[in-house]
């Protein structure tokens, strides 16, 4: 079809949620990657998740609440690199890109379901930095019929004063989409930013999550039991990106009022960034501060020093492929990888016993930044480790979301031969750099 701006008005008019004949509900923990879906899965036997980025929480909740079995696919992630172990029986990884068009190392939305169910309700939860676009428009109606609910992360919706971007890939994803399914959640991803369309108002995010309903769901629904959209909906998670303020679809994406509870939510999103903020300056008061104590001490003590850099290291575990041994060394994205556990560690032989005054971490840059969780370090004379009287380190929430950085945490002056840095919860460990300042006993 040759596209104009009427077709794009109407077009964007298919992203408003409509009513629901079901409740909502959040599936995949309180961060992104966290999705709404209706509450009407009963019968759904299988969920595809294309586009994993290491974590699977969505993926677990329908194992675990529903009993539905999840396959997943993403050509830049290993099965050994989630964040959680596929559950057998329950779960399939292939490391394949989701395409069409024969791609190497790809495989179509058609041939994976074909092959992983053929028959049978389905769920699709989608996030593939757009190439949904021609998944999707590249699928059979009888594929895409075999889904009840679809949840999508779609990109490039603020896009649509671009005519020729909109006619090829937004506006056909949704006439497509339309044609089977009703738009009936949209949650907007802060990560960048908005521009508001001029010939509709609605303010657009360059990615928006929504939700989809099989029409055929809405059959013999009576009208006034169906539930009305919310923007935002209480259950929505606070947001996408932490360090980012709030973003709240605009009055010109419903014909209703916000509901109270939509207006508390917003408040609630709104002081939650404010206290984000907040405890980041605090924090990064607090780094200031220690990272001053240091520079002072280290001017005062000529002997002070990183007492780790180029000393042997042995870790509690590997993952597959990584040494269990090496030198420690600054290096990005990391410079070593435990396996998967409670309680891996990784041993610094310091050489010589030496008196510590602090630890300095860098967090992973690439990505998996929430395993970090909580780290502990205790100091001992042997080889092995005994975890008596182990210090935790006040870590800050922003080292715990992203890479910012290093964090140094000040100890009370102890001597030890080897020092441990632990995680006592059931994950991996892995930084892009560790620091021991300290002072060598002179013999």
Known sequence: MSWTETDVVETLKLLRPQRCPVRLVRLGGEYDGAYLVPDDLEGVIACF???????????DDLAALYGIRSHLCDFSSDASSLTTPLLEGMQTFEK?????????????????????????DLMLQMDIEGAEFRNILGASGETLRRFRVIVMEVHGVHAAGDLGYFSTAVGPLMRRLDEEFVCVHAH????????????TGMNLPGPIELTFLRRDRFVGVAPETMIAPSFPHPNDILRNVPGNPPLFLNAAWSDSPRSPQSRLKMEDDRLSYLRFVLSGLTAEIAQVEAARELAARAAADPDLQDLAIGMPFRLSSALNGYPIEGTVQAHVPFFFHTGFGPGECITIDLGSTSTVIAIEIENRTDMCWERIQTLSVCFHQQPTPTFHGHVPLQLSAAVLTGPTGAHLTLLEPTPARFVTLFCPADT????????????????
Not at 112 to 118: D, I, K, N
Not at 188 to 199: M, Q
């Open 49 to 59: 998740s294309p586009g994993v980025n290491n974590t699977k929480a969505f993926e």
């Open 96 to 120: 394949k890109w989701l395409d069409v068009g024969g791609v190497p190392d790809s495989i179509s939305l058609d041939e994976w379901v074909a092959r992983r169910e053929p028959v049978g």
């Open 428 to 443: 991996a460990l892995h930084l892009a750099a560790l620091r021991v300042f300290g002072r060598r006993e002179r013999s």
């Open 188 to 199: 907007p991803n802060n990560c960048c930013g908005e521009v508001v369309h001029p010939a």
